[in-house]
Nanobody, 115 residues
């Protein structure tokens, strides 16, 4: 059993910052890829950023230069630093991990950006 617990969402003004965390626990041998997705109302869930076990990162074009993904392998935790937030960044942010080619998802954390 694998559990993902996200934290760090909230309400922030445009231009502000937030830091999301996702702690993974349970029967973990090794976590391959860790990532963050987001879903805005009425829109499909989209990839925001991902990071491999080796530290290679990828970002959606819309967040490049503003968001930073990182991971602490010792703590089985992935982070997402959101800077220069825009109203269009608002939505529910979900943590996703790949373990032995299986996907696991967190429950989501709400990010609200006021203009």
């Amino acid at each position: 059993q694998v559990q993902l617990v996200e934290s760090g969402g909230g309400l922030v003004q445009a231009g502000g910052s937030l830091r999301l965390s996702c702690a993974v626990s349970g029967s973990i041998f090794s976590i391959n890829v860790m990532g963050w997705y987001r879903q805005a109302p009425g829109k499909e869930r989209e990839l925001v950023a991902g990071i491999t076990s080796g530290g290679t990162t990828n970002y959606a074009d819309s967040v490049k230069g503003r968001f930073t993904i990182s991971r602490d392998n010792a703590k089985n935790t992935v982070y997402l630093l959101l800077n220069s937030l825009k109203p269009e960044d608002a939505g529910v942010y979900y943590c996703q991990v790949l373990i032995m080619n299986r996907e696991y998802w967190g429950q989501g954390t709400q990010v609200t950006v006021s203009s």
